[in-house]
């Protein structure tokens, strides 16, 4: 059996489609099944929105294909970049129209592949090719990952640091598409946007143990907002090590620590004295110190002081560390006398400074002081539910709690 598929050739001679040519060739079948043939050159199928010849295509409309006449209808299209980023478009119940919708990225040339079907089920394909243009003025969206590259506990959040406020919650919602967070093993985590120039990520859960995060963008040549436009990004690669966790009960005066769940030491300790309690909460571990010098006028502090402290880990920005208090070894396991810090004798505060390392977690309970605050003092990520962590997200928010569609899919065991 052969088949000649009937192609109309209603184009506009603004299409890319007519620039291209719109000829129809024959396919035969060697079975007699339509599906077997080979596909024919679908151009005098569909229209295209792209301009003909050599000009370039306006970045900020929609890419539209459009099928000609009642004799076939469009079954897929996909459209990529020299990048090989996807463009995210719909497609009608009826295949009589696909539209983009995600924004095209400035100065880069796409391919645009559709698939189209006859009357009669004979498949059709045609490939399309075009550049968008560059605008004459815009601004550049720097973006900055963090931490750096390394090994961290598995508290450490991801960090997003934008170069321009992005206040529009459409603007928002195509920065975070493009920031793209793996790890290996996969978990289910998102974005918080913290202000109009910072994301955090984490999971919902902590990180698991000795996993591989790769955090890139895909933001380069895509428009953000009104003359903003992404630019390349520097991808970040770090991975995480054993779960370790330190849990200071304030009102016994003890820490413990686990690794892995299981506890590795139990350590006397002194937190901060009435008036300065030391915070309730999960803190991250931000660094280590072999020596630092403590001052009250770094608290405001009204009774003098003036220390040199030594293997001082640090997990607030306002000067909380865990530390040699050799001054104060009556007191630990007894009472609470620091001004906020957790103190320890120096042999346990060296056992300490040794064992941690960036991204571990330190929690705080039964202290009278106030709650580690989420933001803005150093990483108190894990102190927000999960519930209000995806509200922060300008994709996430108000939807159903639960990995997307394609994650779903990745992370489906193989069978």
């Known amino acids: 059996m052969s088949h000649s598929p009937r192609i109309r ?8 489609v007519a620039a291209l040519g719109a000829g129809a060739t024959a396919c035969g079948s060697s079975d007699g099944h339509p599906l077997s043939a080979k596909p024919y050159d679908a151009a005098g199928q569909i229209a295209f929105n792209s301009p003909a010849g050599s000009k370039k295509a306006d970045p900020d ?15 897929d299209v996909t459209a990529t970049d020299a990048l090989g980023r996807y463009v995210a478009g719909e497609l009608s119940a009826d295949g009589a129209r696909w539209h983009s919708t995600a ?28 550049d968008t243009e560059v605008p004459a003025e815009k601004k550049r969206l720097h973006v900055t990952f963090g931490p750096e590259a390394g090994k961290y506990g598995v508290g450490q959040p991801v960090t997003a640091t934008l170069s321009t406020p992005v206040k529009d919650k459409e603007a928002r919602a195509t920065v975070e598409r493009a920031l793209k967070v793996r790890s290996v093993p996969a978990v289910e985590g998102a974005w918080h946007w913290v202000d109009s120039e910072t994301l955090h990520y984490r999971p ?11 955090v890139s963008s895909n933001l380069e040549g895509i428009k953000v907002g009104d003359r903003l436009w992404g630019t390349e990004t520097k991808p970040l690669k770090f991975t995480t090590g054993d779960r370790i966790e330190a849990v200071t009960d304030a009102s016994s005066h003890w820490m413990t620590v686990y690794r892995n769940g299981e ?58 560390y865990v530390h040699a208090a050799p001054w104060s070894t009556g007191s630990q396991g007894n009472a609470n006398t620091s001004h906020g810090c ?53 994709l996430l928010a108000g939807t159903k709690e639960g990995p997307s569609a394609a994650d779903a899919a990745r992370l489906r065991p193989q069978v």
């Open 263 to 320: 506890q590795i030491n139990s350590i006397p300790v002194t937190t901060g004295k009435p008036g300065y309690s030391t915070r309730n909460g999960v803190k991250v571990v931000l660094g280590k110190e072999y020596s630092v010098r403590m001052t009250s006028a770094s608290i405001g502090a009204s009774d003098f002081y003036d220390k040199q402290v030594y293997y001082a880990t640090r997990v607030t920005d306002s000067g909380e």
């Open 204 to 214: 919902k859960e902590y990180w698991p143990t000795h996993a591989t995060i790769n």
């Open 342 to 394: 957790t103190g320890m004798s120096t042999g346990n505060a060296a056992w300490f400074y040794e064992t941690v390392r960036q991204g571990d977690l330190v929690k705080v309970v039964n202290s009278y002081g106030e709650d580690m605050p989420t933001f803005g003092n150093g990483l108190g990520d894990w102190n927000m539910s999960w519930q209000n962590w995806r509200k922060g997200s300008a």
């Open 103 to 130: 924004p095209l990225a400035a100065g880069a040339q796409y391919t645009v592949r559709v698939s189209t079907e006859d009357d009669e089920g004979s498949p059709g394909r045609k490939v399309l090719t075009f």
């Open 61 to 75: 409309k929609p890419l539209e294909v459009t099928a000609q006449g009642k004799d076939g209808r469009i079954t």
């Open 9 to 16: 050739t209603v184009l506009s001679c603004t299409t890319l």
